[in-house]
């Protein structure tokens, strides 16, 4: 006689190893996605636009946007009310005098539309500031520097009206084939305009932006539950 009592036993067995199994992996999945969300939130700080000084006047056009006489130079900023140098990265919005909620992001993901930045952009505004940028920066210097970032967001939306560029032509020019270090530097994104700073301490690299997509999401949940469906072909359970 077949010891049914011996396979039944096993077989609970298999069944508990599996719940255990079963739950671990849920346990597993959970905790993957709650990491991946939290690090996702995005880090927000206050920013005050105080004026730009040292500056220029120039005379520019942003297609569909503005044509009119505006200051190129050092924005001054109180960030998170820590006085911080910066430049406009975004010459499609006006700036604002009030304290207003921004956003850090990499310099990849700012400025918001309709400007934008790939890495190839990102790297030459980099080697721009590395070139240029000291914190005793003069008028003429800085007034070059935020023209020549002007023109590389800006692309065919932006012109120059003004018969003097400060150098940002000659900046430009050295910055494509510069290859020495460059600044870490990181964007702010928020209702005003969007601009680029270094990156203060306490900021961390790769600040994210958003919650994952849903595709990611789902890959993990996928695999998951895949991990699951293998243990559960292991111990014979269906």
Known sequence: MLNTDGISSAKA???HMFSKVTSRSALLAAACLSLLCSTSEAIQV???DLGVDPRQTVRI???GFYTGYTSAGVVNLLVGGVAMDGFCI???HFRSSSTLLYTWVPLTQAPKPPGTMDAGQAHLISALWALAYTPTIGASAAAGLQ???WEVIGGDDFTLLSSNDYGAASLLAQAQIYSGPLPDLIGLTGPGQDYVVARPVGVP???PVSVPDGGYTVLLLGTAL???GCFA???GVA
């Open 233 to 235: 072909h292991r111990f």
């Open 61 to 63: 056009d942003v297609d």
């Open 147 to 149: 023209i020549a970032i």
């Open 205 to 207: 690299t790769g600040v």
């Open 226 to 228: 895949i991990g699951i």
């Open 13 to 15: 067995g298999e069944v």
């Open 46 to 48: 206050t920013v005050k």
């Open 90 to 92: 975004d010459p499609y």
